[in-house]
């Protein structure tokens, strides 16, 4: 029984309850502002991309936010972010449109430079055509973002 204690407690990451495994030597985390890059710009997608980001790590880990440099750090720019029509009824006229949002990350780890990443995320979310996008952006940027920064998360933290 003791040599099962000390095998457990020599152990150096962290996992949390959102399946997050963050190595001991990690304990602050930043996120740079996520630049809009897109042809297509949505005002407030930069602002609730970067703050989406945050909320995510600090409400799922045990890292705290800083303003400077943290041991992780995340930087990116949104690149994608159009509409297409999808599904078309039998008049040859779009049922559906798809919402795409697409954001280049890059995470540095101070701790472990080998760690570094960089990756494109997108996602998409449908909706139907007879709406005006303008009438529907907001619940579906949301949920994108949803999205994006569970599976930006899970790169960086959950040891896929």
Same mark, same amino acid.
């Not at 945050?54 to 509409?83: A, C, H, M, P």
């Given at each position: 029984?003791?040599?099962?204690?000390?095998?457990?407690?020599?152990?150096?990451?962290?996992?949390?309850?959102?399946?997050?495994?963050?190595?001991?030597?990690?304990?602050?985390?930043?996120?740079?502002?996520?630049?809009?890059?897109?042809?297509?710009?949505?005002?407030?997608?930069? *602002?609730? /991309? %970067?703050? &989406?980001? !945050?909320? #995510?790590?600090? =409400?799922?880990?045990?890292?705290?936010?800083?303003? +400077? @440099?943290?041991?992780?750090?995340?930087?990116?720019?949104?690149?994608?972010?159009?509409?297409?029509?999808?599904?078309?009824?039998?008049?040859?006229?779009?049922?559906? *449109?798809? /919402? %795409?949002? &697409?954001? !280049?990350? #890059?995470?540095? =780890?101070?701790?472990?430079?080998?760690?570094?990443? +960089? @990756?494109?995320?997108?996602?998409?979310?449908?909706?139907?055509?007879?709406?005006?996008?303008?009438?529907?952006?907001?619940?579906?940027?949301?949920?994108?973002?949803?999205?994006?920064?569970?599976?930006?998360?899970?790169?960086?933290?959950?040891?896929?």
């Amino acid at each position: 029984m003791l040599a099962v204690a000390s095998i457990v407690s020599s152990c150096t990451v962290s996992i949390t309850m959102s399946g997050a495994s963050i190595p001991e030597n990690l304990n602050t985390f930043s996120v740079q502002y996520i630049n809009n890059r897109a042809p297509l710009i949505n005002p407030s997608l930069s *602002t609730t /991309l %970067t703050e &989406g980001l !945050k909320d #995510r790590i600090q =409400n799922e880990s045990r890292l705290q936010l800083v303003n +400077e @440099q943290g041991d992780i750090d995340f930087s990116g720019e949104i690149n994608v972010y159009n509409t297409k029509p999808m599904a078309m009824k039998a008049d040859a006229v779009s049922a559906q *449109t798809r /919402l %795409t949002v &697409g954001v !280049k990350i #890059r995470c540095r =780890n101070s701790k472990d430079p080998r760690k570094d990443w +960089e @990756q494109t995320f997108s996602a998409y979310q449908d909706y139907d055509s007879e709406n005006n996008l303008a009438d529907v952006e907001d619940e579906l940027v949301e949920k994108l973002v949803e999205e994006l920064t569970e599976n930006i998360f899970n790169k960086a933290f959950a040891d896929w």
